[in-house]
């Protein structure tokens, strides 16, 4: 186990959300009709405390009805409140000696009326009237309000810095919109794949005997290919007009460098009974659940390369949107699981 729990979370006027108070657990699960707030719930905890934060702007500031734009007064807040825990996941009263999330958050761990360690972190938008412009801040809080309603009595802890990108980096919230695709994700240097694919922790002296092995290969293709050695020997012509050694012009059918091998990876599924094919030719169902295995795997091997307890990884998982009748319309909107 990690060693913290995110308890609830507070939000204040962000995007629909005039007013919204959520206890978490180990899964939660929020069901809703369309346009009722679910993505807007989560794109404000991915705000608050999601790897690769989002930016909350203006636009993001909830608007009455009657309203065409929000007053200046008015401020975006998205409160969390994180709790220790044992080994079996359970919340305990206090952080315990050596533990690395008192390290990293420091004076930001309070407690509460009944002496229990909590760590209460609001992320909060409004207008900086010098600036001009509206500004962003985290700060860990003192307290955390038993009652929601007076939950801005609650202010920052005193002579502490505001929260730094790397006191929240290992709470790790990771959303996996309803768009989720692992033949997208292959593509792409962002995603959990490229991010691990990338460090692949082989030696300098392993690389360096691929390489050359991918280079004699290519040049095998080349050689055995009448197509490959036709082209080849037209592009050769680029020496006459190019400051280069016409051997120097080589087509290169595999990567030549072993940073470059992600690009052209792919995974391979045969059902039962059923040929082989790339997971790009496999149905979308299969697709988004290939992305959230690939989150699985990212996030098992960054537990690894962690020491214990220096991180708390959550999944915040949104389902495809459906368009039934208003009568018959049930549907699990997303999952959170830490």
Not at 22 to 40: A, H, M, P, R, Y
Not at 278 to 293: E, W
Not at 318 to 333: G, I, R, V
Request: glycine share 6%.
């Amino acid at each position: 186990m990690s060693g913290i729990f995110i308890k609830e979370v507070r939000i204040r006027h962000f995007r629909c959300l005039r007013s919204v108070d959520v206890e978490l657990d180990q899964l939660t699960i929020i069901i809703g009709q369309n346009n009722s707030g679910k993505t807007s719930f989560l794109t404000a905890l991915f705000a608050a405390i999601g790897a690769g934060q989002r930016v909350i702007s203006n636009d993001d500031i909830f608007l009455h009805k009657s309203e065409v734009s929000a007053p200046k007064s008015r401020e975006v807040a998205i409160d969390i409140l994180i709790r220790p825990t044992d080994d079996q996941g359970r919340i305990t009263a206090v952080f315990p000696q050596g533990s690395a999330w008192l390290e990293l958050w420091g004076l930001g761990v309070v407690q509460d009326e009944d002496d229990r360690d909590l760590v209460a972190v609001r992320t909060l938008l409004k207008w900086n009237a010098i600036k001009g412009e509206y500004a962003l801040e985290r700060r860990f809080l003192k307290d955390w309000q038993a009652d929601s309603s007076k939950w801005e009595d609650s202010k920052p802890v005193e002579r502490v810095a505001p929260v730094s990108a790397q006191q929240i980096e290992p709470l790790a919230l990771y959303l996996l919109d309803a768009k989720r695709d692992i033949a997208e994700d292959l593509r792409t240097r962002s995603s959990f794949w490229s991010k691990m694919v990338e460090e692949h922790g082989l030696t300098p002296a392993d690389v360096q005997r691929i390489e050359e092995e991918l280079s004699d290969i290519n040049k095998d293709i080349v050689k055995g290919s009448d197509v490959f050695t036709h082209i080849q020997s037209h592009l050769r012509d680029f020496h006459e007009t190019l400051s280069c050694d016409e051997e120097s012009i080589a087509i290169t059918p595999l990567a030549r460098h072993l940073r470059d091998l992600s690009r052209g990876m792919d995974v391979v599924l045969s059902t039962r009974g059923a040929p082989p094919f790339p997971l790009h030719q496999q149905g979308m169902g299969t697709r988004s659940l290939g992305t959230f295995f690939t989150f699985w795997a990212f996030t098992t091997w960054r537990q690894k390369q962690s020491s214990p307890g220096a991180i708390h990884p959550v999944m915040a998982l949104e389902e495809p949107e459906t368009h039934l009748h208003p009568q018959a319309d049930q549907k699990d909107a997303w999952t959170a699981h830490h």
